[in-house]
């Protein structure tokens, strides 16, 4: 399994807003290129789908499988041989701080073969997605008046 873990000072309901927001990924995600949902006009919540395209990785489909609002969403993604699970957590923390952790594991008989020639390369990536989610919910801080 890969699971990274980050800490960041924006708060957890600004980390959701961007996080849950899946279909606006390619806009501040530099490891997605599209998300397709497969029912527009469906929310994004348990049962729904999306075409995930990332560089240098196959076109995947992904569907919501858990949701708590606010704190966590997991998907899944499955092949012939291979079943991906990403898990999406933040945890707020008493002083406003939030522990992001993100994490991709895999099971089926191709399992160990995803592994080898796609564990770095997905361990980089996850390691961006929660730079760029921290930065981008900092980002997307209100403006304070002087």
Known sequence: MIDVTRQSTAPADRLWAVLSDVRRWPQWLPTVDAVTPHEPDRPDEVG?????EQP???????????????????????????????????TPGPDGSTTIRLGIQWSGFLAPMVRLFLGRKSLGYVTREA????????????ATGA
């Open 48 to 52: 729904a789908s999306y075409t995930l």
């Open 56 to 90: 240098g990785l196959p076109r995947a489909v992904w569907t919501m499988t858990a949701i708590d609002p606010g704190r966590s969403f997991t998907w899944e993604s499955a092949r012939p041989g291979i079943r991906s699970v990403g898990v999406h957590t933040l």
């Open 131 to 142: 730079a760029a989610l921290d930065e981008t919910a900092k980002a997307a801080a209100p």
